[in-house]
């Protein structure tokens, strides 16, 4: 299951202190492309993509579903934050009902360190809260990317389970409005 079902989409920019949360458009295409060419980006997501083959792939407006917000500071694309509906056949899940929304995240490495995930992804949580009160979000990371855990952390995540996936030892928590704000 995709999307976020009975929010509307795309929501009004959303904007913080250095950062606006909008629907993509097409001068991201760009940034896309540079975001999953990255070495670096890719180190705990998988890898990352040959960048002829992103060139070819890419489409002119990248992005454009619901429940993708790209991460824009000073009138350019850093990131993007989605918030989607997780395959409910995965085997961590909070719900046996129903697939959780799952947050992710990706960051040019220019952008890492200043403190953008966070405010950015407060941002995407909150405008959740609003949009689909006491629904709760779940998050997956590779335990390895040390940056990601404390990130959960401060966001008000709280582990439910490790488990091995791609080879690897991941984390998986939840979080909710209910008990981030009570």
């Given amino acids: 299951m995709t999307g976020l079902g009975r929010v509307t989409w795309p929501p009004a920019p959303i904007r913080t202190e250095r950062l606006v949360l909008r629907e993509s458009e097409a001068r991201d295409r760009t940034a ?11 180190t705990y997501t998988g890898g990352s ?9 890419v489409p002119e407006v990248p992005g454009r579903r619901p429940g993708l917000f790209v991460i824009e500071h000073d009138g350019t694309m850093i990131g993007m934050i989605e918030l989607n509906r997780r395959d409910a056949e995965r085997r961590s899940r909070v719900r046996p009902d129903n697939g959780e929304a799952e947050l992710g995240y990706l960051l040019l490495p220019a952008a890492w360190g200043h403190g953008y995930a966070e405010e950015a992804c407060s941002a995407a949580l909150g405008w959740f809260a609003d949009a689909l009160p006491g629904e709760p979000v779940v998050l997956s990371i590779h335990t390895a990317n040390e940056r990601s855990m404390r990130l959960a952390s401060k966001l008000g995540f709280t ?10 030892e991941q984390w998986f928590g939840v979080w909710s409005s209910v008990t981030a704000s009570g």
């Fill in 32 to 42: 896309f492309i540079e975001l999953f060419a990255s070495p670096e980006v890719g």
């Fill in 49 to 57: 993509r040959p960048r002829d083959e992103l060139e070819r792939m």
């Fill in 159 to 168: 582990e439910r389970q490790r488990y091995v996936e791609y080879g690897a």
